[in-house]
């Protein structure tokens, strides 16, 4: 799947990336890192403006996910799923809100997923937007913006080691949030 998004998206640079970008974000399959990376090494000097393009439309496409999650999602699921698991996942979405859809964003699990249920749950639009220009912002300036540092000799280890690196980042900030939570306590008593 990687080979045929590469071939089909990379004849047409940024606006291939965008494109692919926006569609991953509600409905498409494959995310569009391999693209990032493929054109980035091209040129790595666009590392950035790349990562910028790909956030924006992925984020963008967040936003048509949201949507379809706001405007048809429910009753979709109401046909799959009973309503007892819906009000469970329901509460999950509300404890947790957008950081769940940050995880998502940062992460190697299917982002669609998080943007649709994000409508469906009502997610307070302001904060899923602001969340998922972090999240996705992150993700990519940090491929887009390593290629632009230390150019072709990265391939082999974002490729490689992408999905590790962006699970310990996601570790290592619930950690820390985790930690700053516990000193808030304490020092509250």
């Given at each position: ?5 590469v ?12 494109v692919?970008?926006?569609c991953e ?6 995310p ?15 590392g950035l403006?790349l990562a910028?393009?790909t ?9 048509l996910?949201?949507?379809i999650?706001?405007k ?7 046909k799959?799923i009973s309503e007892?698991?819906i009000a469970?996942?329901?509460?999950y979405?509300?404890?947790y809100d ?5 995880i998502a964003?940062?992460t ?9 249920a ?26 887009g913006?390593t290629?632009?540092?230390f150019?072709?000799?990265v391939k082999i280890?974002i490729?490689k ?11 290592l900030l ?16």
């Open positions: 799947m990687a080979k045929w998004t071939e089909k998206f990379l004849p047409y640079g940024p606006t291939g990336l965008f692919l970008s926006f974000s509600s409905f498409f399959p494959v569009p890192d391999i693209l990032l990376i493929a054109l980035a090494l091209i040129e790595p000097a666009n403006r910028g393009i956030t924006i439309g992925s984020v963008l496409g967040a936003m996910g949201y949507l999650g706001l048809g999602g429910r009753p979709l699921l109401r799959v007892e698991k469970k996942i329901h509460e979405f509300s404890k957008a950081w769940a859809v940050g964003g940062f190697p699990i299917p982002y669609k997923v998080f943007t649709i994000g409508g469906v749950f009502y997610i307070d639009f302001f904060r899923f937007i602001l969340i998922s220009v972090i999240s996705r912002g992150a993700r990519f300036f940090l491929v913006g290629i632009y540092l150019g072709p000799m280890y490729v080691y992408f999905n590790l690196f962006s699970m310990l980042f996601v570790l619930v950690l820390g949030f985790y930690a700053a939570h516990l000193a808030l306590r304490r020092h509250n008593r």
